[in-house]
């Protein structure tokens, strides 16, 4: 597991899982962010995380755009 850990740690900090993501069929669609710019961001609370989600690790997750003044947004 530690060797998994290691691999997948690696991935982020190079900056080629966020890269990954950009190009995978799957989710390439929602890039670039910034088309977003003006869209209604929901936060959805309901979230499944685990207590030990590492929510401090910036590295791990994707930045939304700001929401402009139009645009109802609910974000924490």
Do not use: C
Not at 1 to 16: C, S, V
Not at 40 to 64: E, K, Y
């Amino acid at each position: 597991m530690q060797r998994i850990t290691q691999g997948l740690e690696a991935f982020i900090a190079t900056g080629q899982l966020h890269e990954f993501i950009e190009q995978h069929e799957t989710t390439r669609n929602m890039f670039p962010l910034s088309r977003y710019r003006h869209s209604r961001i929901f936060d959805l609370t309901n979230s499944p995380f685990a207590p030990q989600t590492p929510f401090q690790n910036q590295d791990l997750w994707i930045d939304l755009p700001h929401p402009t003044k139009n645009a109802a947004a609910l974000v924490e």
